[in-house]
């Protein structure tokens, strides 16, 4: 198996073809299994697709409790260090949209364009939400892990008309999940994010997606289509795509137009 071997971590990776580096982040506590069920068959044919395990989830192995964006930036910064021969595509899915966004800002020289799908950015609060902490002491981890997979990354029509696609993107998506503890650190890290002004900052071309029924959370909370609006008003010459009738995982419901939108960003100048 390949293994890169950090101070505190031993991070799993693949890398799938040939040509311009592609790096997929994955979202909170996600292992990067998730995007070979769509996206590595297509980009692999003209990219060097890199995939990886988060820190703690998945195969690869952590020693330390730090998983504040800035270490998971690292992380993805020592893995481009170690296999890209230039800079890379970077897409981050969610709280990966975190990590693609601190890759642009603190290793500019390494990101070539960027996309964020549904990207999460500055929280207006720090720590566990009281509603995640209530829920799952209600459901328990599994369940609710389970239940938000669904809620959140499908729309009704989805899942009322798909149920064989849904229970195989969560066949691999709930596959082989983190302990409760390390899932926490991982949401801690991604609350304590803190993006600041330096949005404006940010050099390089960037596709920011969200799908059209991502428009909900909990009160007094961003929701993912908040999330995509502000970034794409920050970011200096950001262009904003919203996919119709998607949730979440729109990258596996509707893998044909998430890969296009992506390769036409790509292909443009």
Known sequence: MPILHLDDVDLYYEIHGDGLPFLFCSATATHGDVWKLCQVPDFSRDHQVITYDQRGTGRSVVRSTDF??????????????????????????????????????????????????????????????????????????????????????????????????????????????????IFLRHVIGRQNYDSGNRLQEIAVPTLVL??????????????????????????????????EGQAHYYYFSDAETTNRVIRQFIAAT
């Open 68 to 181: 504040s964006t800035q270490r998971l930036t690292a992380d993805a910064a020592a893995l481009l260090d170690a296999v890209a021969t230039r800079p890379a595509i970077v897409c981050g899915h969610s709280n990966g949209g975190r990590v693609a966004q601190l890759l642009a800002l603190d290793y500019p020289g390494k990101v070539k364009k960027m996309i964020l799908a549904s990207s999460g950015g500055t929280h207006g609060s720090k720590g566990i939400p009281l509603e995640m902490c209530m829920e799952l002491v209600e459901m328990g981890y599994a369940a609710y892990v389970r239940d938000h997979a669904i809620a959140n990354g499908f729309t009704r029509d989805f899942i009322e008309n798909h149920p064989d696609r849904v229970a195989r993107f969560l066949d691999v998506r709930l596959g082989n999940p983190p302990p409760l503890e």
């Open 210 to 243: 969200v799908g059209d029924d991502e428009d909900h959370g909990p009160p007094g909370h961003k929701t993912h289509r908040a999330f995509a609006e502000s970034l794409a008003r920050e970011i200096p010459d950001a262009k904003l795509v919203v996919l």
